[in-house]
């Protein structure tokens, strides 16, 4: 698998690392019967590296090594992650769009020669293993103003993972949030309490708007689950969630989704008799049934749907196109 290298992509907070982690010990390490154990440690197995902590002066040092004298500073021999790799394994080479352009290009090399040289030395050197990247950068962003290369970015994109962010994986599947509650509360207690779960998210229900969007993500549901078994309480970053609270509020807006529950009560009534009378035949009466519902619920999208496709099609198309509507 060392010809395949992988690229997650996704915001901040979103899980690239631990994903990243789960690919880089999953390769296979084979057994040697003669010496009775695995030919390696599934531990030792990955190496991870964050590109964007070391100056541009250290990555190439940090990524190949480098050799005494290589530059000053460079009071001894220094192994890199790349030698570091173990030929049944993974390097993490984690916020690669920050890198530099020459440092892309050396990268480059290892990725279709398998070979790099140490900082300060001629030798050449084999690399042994997979590579597994990420980046919370928009990638097309920095290839349109030539920041990341593209040749780079082809080399790397055999294998591309998006990892979602929390706020798609809730609006998914909701109960999603007492899963990674329950898991964290783990983690973080070394013990299972449904009780003091259950307590941790009636805490987060009172501080937190309806739909709140996660904008710090996983990361950010960890240190408020830490906040409110500390104070009781977790203060978000409402100003960081504005943008995504604002257009759940104008898609609720829309669907009619904050009108009266008497208004909406009657929208469904209607609607139901409405469908129920076009698939009888009774086109007239359908869609005075669908007129009412729209006057109740503005918004309502699935009486606008079926009142326009009834208006297209002609009486005995009419139960099709209604049915085709719901469909949709």
């Known amino acids: 698998m060392e010809e395949f290298s992988t690229l997650l992509l996704g915001e901040t907070g979103t899980g690239k690392g631990t994903?990243?982690?789960?690919?880089g010990r999953s390769g296979f390490i084979p057994f040697d019967e003669r010496k009775g154990r695995f030919a390696e440690s599934f531990a030792g197995a990955f190496v991870a590296i964050n590109l964007s902590?070391?100056?541009?002066?250290?990555?190439?040092?940090?990524?190949?090594?480098h050799r005494k004298g290589a530059f000053t500073g460079a009071v001894e021999d220094h192994e890199g992650v790349l030698t570091l790799s173990s030929p049944h394994g993974a390097i993490f080479l984690d916020e690669i769009g920050e890198v530099s352009a020459p440092v892309q290009i050396k990268l480059l090399q290892v990725l279709q020669d398998r070979v790099f040289s140490p900082v300060g030395s001629h030798e050449t050197r084999r690399f042994q293993g997979r590579v597994v990247a990420a980046t919370n950068a928009t990638l097309e962003e920095l290839r349109r103003r030539g920041t990341f290369r593209d040749d780079f970015f082809y080399r790397l994109c055999s294998d591309t993972?998006?990892?979602?962010?929390?706020?798609?994986?809730l609006a998914e599947d909701p109960g999603e949030l007492d899963e990674l509650v329950a898991h964290v509360l783990r983690r973080v207690t070394g013990t299972e309490s449904a009780e003091v779960a259950?307590?941790?998210?009636?805490?987060?229900?009172g501080c937190l708007p309806a739909r709140y969007p996660w904008p710090g993500n996983v990361r950010?549901?960890?240190?408020?689950?830490?906040?409110?078994?500390l104070t009781g309480r977790y203060d978000p970053d409402l100003r960081a969630a504005a943008p995504d609270l604002r257009s759940?509020?104008?898609?609720?807006?829309?669907?009619?989704?904050?009108?009266?529950?008497?208004?909406?009560?009657?929208?469904?009534?209607?609607?139901?008799?409405?469908?129920?009378?076009?698939?009888?035949?009774?086109?007239?009466?359908a869609a005075e049934h669908l007129r009412a519902a729209l006057d109740h619920v503005p918004g309502d999208r699935?009486?606008?749907?079926?009142?326009?496709?009834?208006?297209?099609?002609g009486v005995l198309e009419a139960p099709d196109a209604i049915e085709d509507a719901e469909a949709r």
Do not use: W
């Not at 950010?220 to 078994?229: A, D, K, N, Y």
């Open 161 to 169: 993972i998006t990892v979602p962010p929390l706020r798609q994986r």
């Open 53 to 65: 902590q070391f100056p541009e002066g250290l990555i190439e040092s940090e990524l190949f090594g």
């Open 302 to 313: 699935r009486a606008r749907r079926a009142l326009e496709a009834l208006e297209r099609a």
């Open 19 to 23: 994903a990243a982690a789960a690919i």
């Open 220 to 229: 950010e549901l960890e240190q408020c689950i830490r906040s409110v078994l």
């Open 248 to 285: 759940a509020l104008l898609k609720d807006m829309d669907a009619g989704a904050l009108a009266e529950p008497r208004a909406r009560e009657a929208a469904g009534a209607h609607y139901n008799l409405g469908v129920a009378r076009a698939l009888a035949g009774d086109r007239e009466s």
């Open 198 to 205: 259950g307590r941790v998210r009636e805490a987060m229900e």
